[in-house]
């Protein structure tokens, strides 16, 4: 999969993908197509139907495989904008659907414009781990169930709006450190130095050691907050937390390694931004 990127021309995966992803998201004019007389079931197959017909036509492999993952997550926020405006008590996890779908396809966007060398399939992250589609399955069960016996605790919109703001500020805070990084962000941890690679101390890099993982740490458990789902935000907050831990001492064992007393003494001026977590330690 990761080789399929590589034969599209450079510089075009950042175009196909906004192109793909606003055509998936076009799915907010459905409720047109229902008030003039298709029945939403039928109406939602026949769109889904059309646009995979449509980016047949238009793309061969690799370029279909880029489309078919950006448009349908723009499709999954464009039915999660729906959502959001509905009547129901579903309308939090419409955001919950935004956020995900955007995170995801942002993940893809930013890295063909900032780092295309390293882009692949998987810069969608839409395949990330078992672990990761076990804790978002188990956050939609837990959301269905206590909506269906305690939607009333669906319903504290202040909680939810707080996790939206965590959720905005870890989005945004993982971004602007994928930006301040360019060619050297990656979202494989790297264990052989490259020729253009340097360590990355001005901007966000400038509070925290791995402002990324600040973003998506606090962005993880404010998806949960959002959804007030009280299992998954406990489990989810000590399972993000322990995974930021290992996996920030990975990192620093390899920066160390490239990098030597540049690096030990950013580490001693910079917090990590992770709580309690300081990073690798380092005998002297």
Not at 22 to 47: C, D, E, H, I, M
Not at 212 to 235: A, D
């Amino acid at each position: 999969m990761a080789g399929c990127a590589a034969r599209v021309p450079p510089g075009s995966e950042a175009r196909l993908s906004l192109a793909t992803f606003l055509l998936g998201a076009s799915v907010l004019a459905l409720p047109l197509l229902t008030r003039a007389g298709l029945q939403g079931r039928t109406g939602l197959a026949l769109y889904v139907a059309g646009l995979n017909a449509l980016l047949l036509l238009l793309y061969r492999p690799p370029r279909y495989q880029i489309a078919i993952r950006a448009c349908f997550l723009g499709f999954v926020f464009g039915c999660g904008v729906l959502l959001s405006f509905s009547q129901s008590s579903w309308n939090h996890f419409g955001w919950y659907v935004c956020s995900l779908s955007l995170f995801h396809y942002s993940e893809y966007l930013v890295t063909a414009v900032n780092n295309p060398k390293s882009l692949s399939l998987d810069s969608f992250l839409l395949n990330h781990s078992l672990e990761y589609t076990v804790a978002a399955l188990s956050s939609w069960i837990e959301f269905t169930l206590e909506n269906i016996f305690w939607p009333e605790l669906k319903q504290i919109t202040w909680l939810s709006v707080t996790g939206l703001l965590m959720v905005v500020f870890g989005e945004c805070l993982r971004k602007a450190a994928m930006f301040t990084a360019g060619s050297n962000f990656n979202h494989v941890v790297q264990s052989e130095k490259s020729d253009t690679h340097t360590l990355v101390t001005s901007g966000v890099y400038a509070w925290f050691r791995h402002p990324s993982y600040v973003g998506w740490f606090y962005w993880s458990i404010g998806t949960q907050v959002m959804l007030c789902n009280p299992i998954c935000g406990v489990v989810y907050a000590l399972t993000v937390w322990r995974f930021f831990r290992d996996r920030t001492e990975e990192e620093e064992i390899s920066l160390i390694h490239f990098f030597g007393e540049e690096y030990l003494e950013y580490k001693k001026r910079v917090p990590t931004g992770l709580p309690f977590i300081k990073g690798v330690k380092v005998e002297l």
